[in-house]
Every structure is written in structure tokens, then in C-alpha cells.
């Protein structure tokens, strides 16, 4: 199975502060990664996906970036409505969807 | 709009068995492969298993290989996970997504397996 390894595991910042996440998959995977954020007790809403488009609706703010094994996620000007936990996913390996192990954001 | 409802969820002892459902609205549910993804209390994402639009295949994760079986009514719009064999580290939320790169998630039902 592909590993993803998603980093820091938790993150404090400023309001408007620029923040940014990183996932590493254990193999090539193209562009097959989304972008997740969850607030407790929600599930799971999908903000980037094929590692850099933005999911209608979602803020500009939000971004991703990569292929390849290395991709990373940016909020351009950290919001206190984007406090939430972030989480990677892969999809090239389908149909086993494998996540990376969260980003849980807090503001400083 | 994509709508996903799973019930079924609540308390079981070990060794028991639940099946819980998840009821699509909002999309042509038969041409969809369709997921299971669970979240222990304080943990992160595991998928559960996946069913192809047509139930020809499925594909489950080690952890409940031999005692989950997904399956689907497309007739009904209704994807199913039977659950046996229940463990405590089966205790989870469980979410039921749309495939096949989980871009819809229902808000989840709660299982508890404890004595």
C-alpha cells in the first residue's frame, strides 16, 4: 500500500498568518491527492483535489501544489474560521485511499 | 446536491454484529463505486472498503478483511456495510463517501463496541 506521510502533525498561527502543510507519498502518484478539512465532530470536506484545483465553492485562499511524491497545501492568510484539522489523501492506488495522518491547526 | 445518509450505527458487544446503511440522493448512485471510511475517537482516516458500481468487485483493508462485507441496492440507492466478528478497535465513526476519489462523505454514524 502507499504511505503518506503528512506534516507537522499540529500547527499554531496568527491570524493572517501564510501556512503551509506537507504530505509525502512512498511512490509516485501523479497528481492523485486531495485536500480535506475537518472540524470536530464534521466530516470531512474536500478542498483541493488533483493535487492543485480548487473545489468549487472553496475560498481562494486555499492551495495546493505538487506531483510526483512531494505536494503541499498553503492558506494564504490564515482565517479563525479555518481552524480545523487538515488531512492528504492519496487515489492512484485506487480503490484504497489512503490518508496521511492529519494537521491539526490551531491559532496561536 | 449529493446527499449521503448513513444509520445503523450505536452500541454492540464484542463478538456482535451490526450492519449499517448509507441511503444516496443527488446522483446517479448505480454509476458511482462507493467507499467506507471510519475514524477512531481522536484518530485520523481509514478506509473500510470499496464496492464497484455494479458490486462486481470489492476491496477491503486488511483490518476488516473476513469479517466486513460491503454491498449495494442500486434499485434502493443504498450502500451497506455488514459488520461481524465486532472488536473494540472497531469503534469508530463511519462515513460512507462517493467514489471513486471520495469527493462527497455523509456525516457519519457512530459504532460502539464495548461490553
Known amino acids: 500500500d502507499i504511505q503518506m506521510t503528512q506534516s507537522p502533525s499540529s500547527l499554531s498561527a496568527s491570524v493572517g498568518d501564510r501556512v503551509t502543510i506537507t504530505c509525502q507519498a512512498s511512490?509516485?502518484?501523479?497528481?492523485?491527492l486531495n485536500w480535506y478539512q475537518q472540524k470536530p465532530g464534521k466530516a470531512p470536506k474536500l478542498l483541493i483535489y488533483?493535487?492543485?484545483n480548487l473545489e468549487t465553492g472553496v475560498p481562494s485562499r486555499f492551495s495546493g501544489s505538487g506531483s510526483g511524491t512531494d505536494f503541499t497545501f498553503t492558506i494564504s492568510s490564515l482565517q479563525p474560521e479555518d481552524i480545523a484539522t487538515y488531512y492528504c489523501?492519496?487515489?492512484?492506488?485506487?480503490?484504497?485511499?489512503?490518508f496521511g495522518q492529519g494537521t491539526k491547526l490551531e491559532i496561536k | 446536491q449529493v446527499q449521503l445518509v448513513e444509520s445503523g450505527g450505536g452500541v454492540v458487544q464484542p463478538g456482535g454484529s451490526l450492519r449499517l446503511s448509507c441511503a444516496a440522493s443527488?446522483?446517479?448512485?448505480?454509476?458511482?463505486?462507493m467507499h467506507w471510511v471510519r475514524q477512531a475517537p481522536g484518530k485520523g482516516l481509514e478506509w473500510v472498503a470499496f464496492?464497484?458500481?455494479?458490486?462486481?468487485?470489492?476491496y477491503y483493508a486488511d483490518s476488516v478483511k473476513g469479517r466486513f462485507t460491503i454491498s449495494r441496492d442500486n434499485s434502493k440507492n443504498t450502500l451497506y456495510l455488514q459488520m461481524n466478528s465486532l472488536r473494540a478497535e472497531d469503534t469508530a465513526v463511519y462515513y460512507c463517501?462517493?467514489?471513486?476519489?471520495?469527493?462527497?462523505w455523509g456525516q457519519g454514524t457512530l459504532v460502539t463496541v464495548s461490553s
Open positions: 463517501a462517493k467514489g471513486p476519489a471520495t469527493d462527497y
Open positions: 443527488g446522483f446517479t448512485f448505480s454509476s458511482y463505486g
Open positions: 464496492i464497484r458500481y455494479d458490486g462486481s468487485n470489492k
Open positions: 511512490q509516485d502518484i501523479s497528481n492523485y
Open positions: 488533483d493535487a492543485s
Open positions: 489523501q492519496q487515489y492512484d492506488n485506487l480503490p484504497r485511499n489512503t
